[in-house]
C-alpha cells in the first residue's frame, strides 16, 4: 500500500526546506473547488470529532491551522528575527513581515509588496530608488513611511551581530527625498541590492522606526509584542513553542496583503508543531489540522483515512512539484577523482532514472536535468529553450566514440513505471512532461564504462570498480539525518545505483553534515547540487555567483562560503560578470546568459541533477477549501512560505 | 569526630572531585565533534533562503566567533566557564543568542520536573511493591500473571509503546489529546479548569513511562526479594512463627530496597536530561528535545547549563542518601 | 553438563533456552540468506506475509524474514560483544577495587561514580555523533561496552569487600595464598552469579540503547539491526498505513529476546547459591 522513506522523528528538524511562493499581483482567477472528491479509497473516519471537541481555545469555523514546518520554537517569546534564527515559519514570516517585494515562483513573478514598483537603479548601479506603496499602516495605527526604511538600512549597518550587518556595509548613503520615495547609493556598483529586500522564504525586513529607535540594545531587544505590517497580528503564544496565534488585523486594508487581495478569509491562524509525522497524521484526520507538509507516506495515511484530506494533485503523484529548489548530488570537486569531469559524468550516466526514481519516490516525482527547477517560468524560459541543444549535446568516449546523453523519452518510462505499480497516471505527454518532467539523462553504464576506462580506471575481478592506481573506489554519500528530507531519499537511491554499477558506496548519515558540507569533508553530498535561485524571477545571478572562483577556498578543511562543491569555471565567472552588468528588469539577456551559464554546468556537470523538490502537501477540506491545488494555481501552494497571506483571502470556510 | 574525619570528609572530597570530572568531562566532548555553533547558526540563516553572497557570509562568521568569544582557546574557554559558572551564569545560548541559557532551561524545566518525578516516584514504588510480591509470594496466581504481562511489556521499545498509546486512546478511541502539554489558546493559570487540562494531556505520556518504569523496577525488585528471601534471618523469623505479612514487610522488604534507592537516586537525577523520545511523541514540552538540539547545534552554554544542573543533582542526592543510609539499614555503620 | 541438566529441569530456564536457542538458529540463517540485505526493491512491495514471504515484505522491496535473520544477528552480536566488554571491565574493577582498598579503590570508585554520574545518554549520543562516519556494530559495541560498566562494578566490589571479611579468606592469607590466586580462584567463584544476572540486564540494556539510538538516527541505517527495521519501518509510517507485518516483527523479536534473556537470568540466578547474591544488597 505504501513506500518511500520518509521519516519519523522530525527531530533533527530545524530542516532548510525552501519551498515555494505565490500570488500574482494582477486579477487572480479563482475557480470554485469541485467539491471533495475521494482520492483514495477511503476507510472509515475514526469518531468524527464533536463540536466542543474542535473549539481548542478559537471558534474552528473561523481558525484555520498549519503545521509549523521548523519544529519547536526556541524562544517563543522573541519577535526580533533581526537576529539570528527565530523560527520565523510560525506565522512570522508569513503573516506579520512585508517586505519590498516577494517572489511567486508558482506563477512565475515578482510581486510588489511594500514597494510599489521594481527597483530602479541608475546606469552603473551605485543607486538605487525605491517607491513606496501608499497608505500601509502598522499594526498600531502608525503609518509606514520611508522613513522606516531608511531607520532600518542604517540601523542595520552601524549594529554588529544583526542579520544583514556585512551585507549592508556596501551603503555608502540612505535618505527619503520623499515620504514614500526611498535613495540608497552604494559604495560599489551593485545591480542586485534590492534582493536584500526580497523575500524567497526570508530576506531583510523592516523595522518600525518609531519603536527600535527608543531601544538601546537591539541584540537583547525581545520585540514582544511585534507590530506587523501584515493583515495578521500576534494573538498569543505557548511559551514551550509548540503553537502561535494569529489574529486578522481590524484594517487588514491598510496592508499589501489587504490592498493586493482582498480580506483574509480566517480570523485566527494558529500554527502548530508537531514532533512527530505521526501525530501530524492524526492531527489532521481529527481535523485539527488544516495544513501540513509531510512525507510521501505520511500523505498517503492522510489521504486513505480522511476523506475530506487532499493532495496539491488530487491523483498520483499527489506532490507539489513547482519547487524552486532542484535536488540532487553534489560532487566535491577538489576532490579526486571527483575533479574530473569525466568520471563525473561517468557517475551520471551509471544512474537509472526510473529506479532511481523508484527508489527515491516510489515515481512521485519530477526529475530535471539542468541544475535549475522545474518551476512553470524555468520550463519555459530554459527547459523549452534548452532542448535542441540538449539533443545535441555529445559526450567524447575517446578513440573517435561520442555518445548523445540526453533522453527526452525518460518522463514516459517513469509514467510506465508509475502505471505498472497501479497509480493513475495521464496519457497526454503534454500532460505527463508536466508531471514527470521533460527529461533526463540516458542509462548507460557501457558508456560511463568507458569514461572511466579512458580515465585509467579498471574492473577487479569481482567486477567492482578500481582507482586508476589500483585500489578499490570506495566513497560515501553525505546526508542529514531527517528521512522526511529528499537528501536523504537522493542518498539511499544514488548509493541503490551506484553500487549496481560495481562501487562500494556507503550512505554517510550525520547530524554534523552541515559543518561537513561547509569545510568540505565529503565525497559527494546531496546538499543542494546548485544554490537555489529565485525561482519567479529568470535571474540566475543567485545561483551561477556561488560558483564564483573568487570565493572558492581550495584547501578542503576549511570553510568555504560558496557552493559546496567548491567547483568554479572561467567561462562562469564571465557569465557571474556580466549577469552582474545587466539589469535586474532586462529579462531577455538574463535569459541568455543564463542558458550559456546551464550549458557550462551540462558540460561540466559539478553536481548531479536528479528531481525537483517536491513537497507532500496536504489540506484538509473539511473547514477550508478553495486551496490552490495543481487543477487551480492562484498562487504558491505552501502554508510556510511567505506568500501563505496572499492566499489566504481566496480561501473559503465550509460552514461547517 | 572519628565519623567526620574518617567519613564524611573524605566523602565531601569525593562528592566535589565526582562533580568536577562529571562536568569536565561534559565539557570537552561536544567540544569534539566537528559542528561548530556558529556555523551550525549561519547554516540555518542561511537555510532562510535569504539573498546572501559568500564573502559576506564569511565575514559574518568571522564577527560572530568574535562576539561569542569562541576565539578563545579551550583552556582559556573552560576557565571562563568556571569564572561564570562559580558566579551562578550558565551564558547566552550560541544558537539562540542572546537568550540567556537560564531562561531557555527555565521555561522547560516545569513540565520535564512534573512528568518525569511524579512517573518516576510512582513506578518506583509501584514495581518495588509489585516486583516485592510477586518475588515473595511465588506461588501467587494473580502475581505471576502480572509477571507474565511485565514480561512482556518491559522489551517494547518506548517509542513503540507510546506510539501505540497514541493510536489507541487518542485516535481509534480519542479520549486524549495526542501531543502538546496543553491545549492550544489555553491560559496558563493556576485554575483549576487549567490543572485538569494539564494532568489530561500529562496522561498518556505519564502512562507510557510509568509502564516502562514500573515494568523495570519489578523485575529488579523481583530478583532482589528472591535472594533475600533464602537469608538465614528470614528463615529464623519463619521458624519463630513471626506472622508472613510481617516478615515481608519489616524484614523482606526494608533489606531488599537498599540498593533500589540507590537506583531511585540516580533516576531521579538522570530527570534532568529530559525524556526525549517522550517528547518526541507526545509532542511535549521538556528539556530533552533542548539539549539534544543544543548538541547538534553544539550550543555549548545551554549543554552545560542542562548538564551541569543534572551532574549536581545527582552527585548531592547521592550524598544525601549515603549520609542517610544509617537509618534505612541499623547494620550499616560509618567505618 | 550436570548443570546444564539440573538447569533445565526449571521449565523456565527450559523455555528461555528454547527462545534463545530458537533466536540463533534465525541469526545463523542469515548466511544462506538468498538476498542481499542492503539491496532495494528485490521483491515486491508492502505483501503481507505468505508462504513467498512469510513475514510479508517491506516499502524498499526487501523480504522482512531475511531481513529479520540479519537484524537478529547484527543485534545479537552487539549484545554480547558489548556486554562482554563491559562485563571484564566491570569484574576488573570491582575485583581489585574491593579486594585492595585504600588509594587503589578509592581511585576506581571515583573513575566509576564519575560515570555514574554524568548523564549517560548525553554521552552516548555525543560519542555517536562523533565517530558517525565509523559506526558499525563493533564500534557501537565499544561505545556501550565501555560506557555500561561503572554501576555493575560497584556491587561486584561490594560483594568482594564482604566476601573479604569472611573466614575462608583470612585462612587463605594466612596460608600465603598469593592474591591474584585468591581472588581468580576463590572470589570469582562466589561473584559468577552477579556476573551473569549483570550481564544478562547489561544485554538487554544493550539492545534497548541500539533501538533508542536507531530511532533517533544514530546508527548506521544501511547496516540491519532491531533498531534499524524499526526506524525503517516508523520512516515509513508502516503503523498508519497498516502495514503491520513490518513494525511487528523487529519488535516480537525485541519481545522474545528480552523474554528469553530474562527467562534464564532467572533460572541462573535461582540455581546458583542465593546466599552468594545477597551480599550485593548489603552495601557494605
Known sequence: ?656 | MRFVRRYLIPRLVQYVLVTWLGITVVFVIPRLLPSDPIESMVATLQAQGAYRDPAAVKQMVDTLRDMYGLEAGLLEQYLSFWKRLLSGDFGPSYFSFPTPVIELIGRSFPWTIGLLLTTTVLSWIIGNVTGGLSGYFTGNGMLKIFDGIVMFVRPIPYYVLGLTLVILFAYLLPLFPFGGGYTIGAQIAFTWDFIKDVLRHAFLPALSLSLLGIAVNHQTMRLIIQGVKEEDYIRYAKIAAVKEQTIFSRYAMRNALLPQITGLTLSLGQIFGGALITEIVFSYPGLGFLLYRAVVNSDYNLIMGITTISIVAITTLILIVDLLYPLFDPRIRFR | MKTLRELLRDARFSLGAVVALVLILLALLSFFSPYNPTEWRVVPRDMPPSWKHPLGTDSKGQDIFWQMTFAVRNSLALAILAAAISRVIAVTVGLVAGYSGGILDRVLMFISDGFLVMPLFLIIVMLAMLVREHMNTVNLALLLGVLGWAWDARLIRSQVLSLREREFTYTAILSGTPMRKLIFNEYSLFVMPLVFTTLINNMAWVIGMEITLALIGLTNPDIPTLGAMLRWAVSYQAMLLGLWWWILAPIAISIALFVALYLVSLGISEYLDPRARIQRVGVR
Not at chain 1, 548601479?125 to 495605527?141: A, C, H, I, N, P
Not at chain 1, 495578521?232 to 494569529?246: E, K, M, Q
Not at chain 1, 567486477?463 to 578499490?472: A, E, F, N, R, S
Open chain 1, 1 to 656: 500500500m505504501s513506500h518511500k522513506p520518509f521519516a519519523l522523528p522530525s527531530l533533527l528538524l530545524i530542516l532548510f526546506w525552501m519551498l515555494s511562493a505565490c500570488a500574482p499581483a494582477a486579477p487572480v482567477v479563482v475557480e470554485k473547488e469541485v467539491v471533495v472528491e475521494k482520492v483514495v479509497t477511503p476507510t472509515p473516519v475514526p469518531a468524527p470529532p464533536k463540536e466542543e471537541k474542535i473549539v481548542m481555545g478559537f471558534p474552528r469555523s473561523e481558525t484555520l491551522f498549519a503545521q509549523q514546518l521548523t519544529g519547536r520554537a526556541g524562544t517563543p517569546d522573541n519577535f526580533n528575527e533581526w537576529v539570528g534564527w527565530k523560527n520565523r515559519d510560525r506565522g512570522m514570516a508569513q503573516l506579520m513581515n512585508e517586505p519590498l517585494w516577494t517572489i511567486e515562483y508558482a506563477v512565475g513573478e515578482v510581486i510588489n509588496s511594500l514597494a510599489a514598483a521594481p527597483p530602479q537603479y541608475n546606469e552603473d548601479f551605485t543607486q538605487m530608488t525605491v517607491k513606496l506603496r501608499e497608505g500601509v499602516y502598522w499594526s498600531d495605527g502608525v503609518e509606514f513611511t520611508a522613513d522606516d526604511v531608511v531607520f532600518t538600512i542604517e540601523k542595520v549597518k552601524a549594529t554588529e551581530g544583526l542579520n544583514y550587518h556585512v551585507q549592508l556595509q556596501g551603503v555608502k548613503n540612505v535618505y527619503a527625498p520623499d515620504k514614500y520615495t526611498v535613495v540608497v547609493e552604494l559604495a560599489e556598483p551593485n545591480s542586485r541590492f534590492h534582493t536584500y529586500f526580497l523575500d524567497r522564504w526570508g530576506s531583510l525586513f523592516i523595522m518600525p522606526k518609531h519603536v527600535f529607535e527608543k531601544v538601546e540594545d537591539i541584540l537583547t531587544f525581545q520585540y514582544n509584542p511585534p507590530l506587523s505590517l501584515g493583515p495578521y497580528v500576534l494573538h498569543s503564544y505557548d511559551p514551550a513553542g509548540f503553537w502561535t496565534a494569529w489574529v486578522l488585523r481590524d484594517d487588514w486594508d491598510r496592508t499589501p496583503t489587504g490592498m493586493l487581495y482582498g480580506k483574509p478569509k480566517p480570523k485566527y491562524v494558529v500554527f502548530v508543531v508537531y514532533q512527530d509525522p505521526a501525530s501530524a497524521v492524526i492531527a489532521q484526520v481529527r481535523h485539527e489540522l488544516d495544513a501540513a507538509q509531510l512525507t510521501l507516506e505520511a500523505l498517503r495515511a492522510v489521504l486513505t483515512q480522511n476523506p475530506h484530506a487532499r493532495a496539491y494533485r488530487r491523483e498520483f503523484p499527489w506532490v507539489v512539484n513547482t519547487d524552486p529548489c532542484i535536488t540532487g548530488l553534489a560532487f566535491n570537486t577538489l576532490k579526486p577523482p571527483f575533479d574530473n569531469r569525466e568520471v563525473r559524468w561517468a557517475l551520471t550516466l551509471a544512474i537509472d532514472i526510473i529506479s532511481y526514481s523508484a527508489n527515491a519516490m516510489d515515481g512521485a516525482l519530477m526529475m530535471s536535468a539542468l541544475l535549475t527547477p522545474s518551476v512553470p517560468l524555468y520550463l519555459k524560459e530554459y527547459y523549452e529553450r534548452m532542448e535542441p541543444w540538449l539533443r545535441d549535446f555529445t559526450l567524447d568516449l575517446g578513440g573517435g566514440e561520442t555518445f548523445k546523453p540526453y533522453d527526452p523519452e525518460a518522463p514516459f518510462r517513469l509514467a510506465e513505471y508509475a502505471r505498472s505499480r497501479g497509480y493513475v497516471v495521464p496519457e497526454d505527454p503534454e500532460e505527463i512532461k508536466k508531471t514527470f518532467g521533460y527529461g533526463w539523462w540516458k542509462y548507460a553504464p557501457d558508456v560511463a564504462a568507458k569514461l572511466l576506462e579512458k580515465n585509467g580506471f579498471t574492473r577487479g575481478r569481482d567486477g567492482k570498480w578500481l582507482l586508476p592506481d589500483g585500489t578499490p573506489w570506495k566513497f560515501t554519500v553525505l546526508t542529514d539525518p531527517n528521512p522526511g528530507h529528499h537528501h536523504y531519499q537522493n542518498t539511499f537511491a544514488a548509493v541503490q545505483e551506484w553500487r549496481k554499477f560495481g562501487i562500494d558506496v556507503e550512505a554517510n548519515v550525520n547530524e554534523m553534515w552541515s559543518t561537513l558540507n561547509l569545510n568540505g569533508q565529503f565525497d559527494v553530498s546531496t546538499a543542494w547540487p546548485a544554490y537555489e535561485p529565485w525561482g519567479g524571477h529568470v535571474d540566475l545571478y543567485r545561483t551561477f555567483d556561488n560558483w564564483n572562483s573568487a570565493y572558492v577556498e581550495r584547501e578542503l578543511g576549511k570553510p568555504h562560503y560558496g557552493h559546496l562543491s567548491r567547483w568554479s569555471d572561467p567561462r562562469m565567472d564571465q557569465i557571474i560578470a556580466a549577469l552582474k552588468a545587466t539589469d535586474w528588469n532586462d529579462t531577455e539577456r538574463i535569459i541568455e546568459l543564463g542558458i550559456e551559464g546551464l550549458k557550462i554546468t551540462v558540460e561540466e556537470m559539478p553536481g548531479i541533477p536528479t528531481y525537483t523538490y517536491v513537497g507532500a502537501l496536504v489540506w484538509d477540506t473539511y473547514y477550508w477549501t478553495n486551496w490552490p491545488g495543481a487543477e487551480n494555481i492562484y498562487a504558491q501552494p505552501y502554508h510556510h512560505w511567505p506568500n501563505f497571506k496572499y492566499m489566504l483571502p481566496f480561501l473559503e470556510p465550509t460552514g461547517r
